[in-house]
């Protein structure tokens, strides 16, 4: 059974250019959840999907980020324009039950130049 | 708010058994994760603890005392392949009811010969 996958693994921008993250869960996965990990601090939460509906999105840091999930298969998650502090590894996990423990993608590595 | 503590660093030798403990303080708890993540690659789930008392799994063990807001992971017989970083993470409440995780810094473990 293939894993949680991410694409690209690596982003390298520019300030104020735009950036799409694609993650595809675990088939029949319904919850798929977004983290960001910004270098030295946690993994944090962005937010939930239960299929194609977002559930909590009260992680996301500012209006530039924008998450979706059509279909209820993959998402992708897309910055713009994006901003130094946005740098950091782009988590994503998916479960079949919200109560499940959570399978994590390898990241993708976006660094805002 | 929510604090999640757990050391920065251990080193330990091959063969000997380390702990690495994680205290917490979170808005609701249903259930306390423990993830390995190697550099570069995505957190994969250890164990996981709801109730009081220790979860055995192999050569790694996990401790819960909700009343103390406190666990603890528990590696036996390391091996080198056990460098890496551990990652405490407790399933809480999020705003709109669904349960999601929040995490530690992660402890870097290293295995020397």
């Known amino acids: 059974e293939a894993g949680v996958t991410q694409f690209p693994s690596h982003s390298v921008i520019e300030k104020g250019q735009t950036v799409t993250l694609r993650c595809d869960p675990i088939?029949?996965?319904?919850?798929l959840y977004w983290y960001r990990r910004v270098m030295g601090k946690e993994i944090k939460f962005l937010l939930h999907?239960?299929?194609?509906?977002?559930?909590?999105e009260s992680g996301m840091p500012n209006n530039r980020f924008l998450a979706e999930r059509t279909g209820g298969t993959y998402s992708t998650l897309k910055v713009q324009p994006a901003e130094l502090e946005d740098s950091g590894v782009y988590f994503c996990?998916?479960?079949?039950?919200?109560?499940?423990?959570?399978?994590f993608g390898p990241g993708t590595r976006l660094t805002v130049t | 708010g929510q604090n999640i503590d757990q050391p920065t660093e251990m080193t330990a030798t091959e063969g000997a058994i380390v702990q690495i403990n994680c205290t917490y303080q979170?808005?609701?708890?249903?259930?306390l994760f423990w993830y390995q993540q190697h550099a570069g690659e995505a957190p994969t789930f250890l164990s996981y603890?709801?109730?009081?008392g220790l979860e055995e799994k192999g050569r790694f063990s996990s401790f819960l005392s909700r009343s103390k807001g406190y666990s603890y992971l528990l590696l036996k017989e390391l091996q080198m392949k056990d460098s890496a970083s551990y990652l405490c993470?407790?399933?809480?409440?999020?705003?709109?009811?669904?349960?999601?995780?929040?995490f530690g810094t992660g402890t870097r473990l290293l295995v020397s010969p």
């Open positions: 603890n709801v109730l009081d």
């Open positions: 999907f239960v299929k194609e509906s977002k559930q909590d």
């Open positions: 979170t808005s609701g708890f249903n259930g």
């Open positions: 996990a998916s479960s079949q039950e919200n109560r499940d423990e959570q399978y």
């Open positions: 993470a407790v399933r809480g409440w999020g705003n709109t009811g669904f349960q999601k995780l929040v």
């Open positions: 088939s029949g996965h319904d919850n």
